[in-house]
Structures are given as C-alpha cells and as structure tokens.
C-alpha cells in the first residue's frame, strides 16, 4: 500500500462528503447509533493516532471543531500528517482500510 493508494482512498471520501450540510452530518450513519459527524471525527482521530504513532510523537486528542463541515478538512490534514511520518506499509494499508470502511458507513 502506497501513500498514493492512502490519498486516493481519502479523496474519495472527502468527494463524497465534502458538499454536506450540518443536517447530513447530524444524521445517523448506516447500520450504527452515531451520526456521521462521531463517525467521521472517529476516523480523523484514528488516523491522528497512526501519524503520531509512527513519527514517534504522543497521541493527542483532535479537538471537535464548532462545525462539522471542517471534518473533511480534518481528515486530509491527518492523512498527509501520517503520509509525512513515513509509516511502514502495513500502517497505510490500515488507514486506507479505515477510510475505505468510514466512507461505506457514511
């Protein structure tokens, strides 16, 4: 798994959601009890943990932000901070599992 296979992987995700409006957000998610905006945040902090992880830093918390619609920003902000950390495959190929996971559910 490359950084490129990654950043596909959150493109597609950031395309399909990057146009709502807070009533998407705060609608539930398929098959779950949480909205979509707990989902996606879920996600960010997900890969926030991988990135620190990886560059040897401490995990810290993504803060939640007043609006939902920054979550998409959020995201490929972690991402590239996980493609910079320069983690072993496995670790790609985990985030872009969760991605990929994260963008069915929504």
């Not at 779950?32 to 890969?47: C, F, P, T, W, Y």
């Not at 993504?62 to 590239?80: G, I, K, M, T, W």
């Amino acid at each position: 798994m490359s950084a490129a296979e990654l950043d596909r992987a959150v493109t597609l995700l950031v395309r399909q959601v990057g146009h709502w409006q807070q009533p998407r957000w705060s609608a539930k998610a398929d098959g779950g009890n949480v909205s979509r905006a707990d989902l996606m945040h879920k996600l960010v902090q997900e890969i926030a943990n991988l990135a620190a992880d990886a560059a040897g830093e401490p995990r810290r918390e993504v803060p939640r932000l007043p609006s939902d619609l920054a979550l998409p920003d959020q995201l490929r902000v972690v991402a590239a901070d996980l493609t910079l950390a320069d983690p072993p495959d496995p670790v790609l190929t985990q985030a872009a599992a969760q991605v990929t996971r994260t963008r069915t559910a929504l």
